[in-house]
Nanobody
Framework: QAQLVESGGGLVQAGGSLTLSCALSGVIFGSNAWFRQAPGKERDFIAAIRNDGSATYADSGEGRFTISRDNGKRSVTLQMNSLKPEDTAIYYC?????????????????WGQGTQVTVST
């Protein structure tokens, strides 16, 4: 059974950094992605990375977010820098058995429970 478990969320001041991790287990994923959802808003794509390490990013990342993976440790990481209050959201790790690395949430079959990120002014 596929399982994705996020960690690393928390409270940070604007301008600070956080590193989110997603531990993968159960199946071999062809790709993984990070999404986020703020209260009252839709779930938005942040970045995706294929098993071969090739990554795609949403324009909204503005170069502040970096996705990476460690296939040996079976984990995916999202490094977030220069955080802003508008980055406050629940951050979700997602996975696909295919090599889909697009921005549509429907392209990912597996989801973690999410981790809260709060950026204060």
């Amino acid at each position: 059974q596929a399982q994705l478990v996020e960690s690393g969320g928390g409270l940070v001041q604007a301008g600070g950094s956080l590193t989110l991790s997603c531990a993968l287990s159960g199946v071999i994923f062809g790709s993984n992605a990070w999404f986020r959802q703020a209260p009252g808003k839709e779930r938005d794509f942040i970045a995706a990375i294929r098993n071969d390490g090739s990554a795609t990013y949403a324009d909204s990342g503005e170069g502040r977010f970096t996705i990476s993976r460690d296939n040996g440790k079976r984990s995916v990481t999202l490094q977030m820098n220069s955080l802003k209050p508008e980055d406050t959201a629940i951050y979700y790790c997602a996975g696909s058995r295919t090599w889909y690395s697009g921005s549509s949430a429907s392209g990912y079959n597996y989801w973690g429970q999410g981790t809260q990120v709060t950026v204060s002014t």
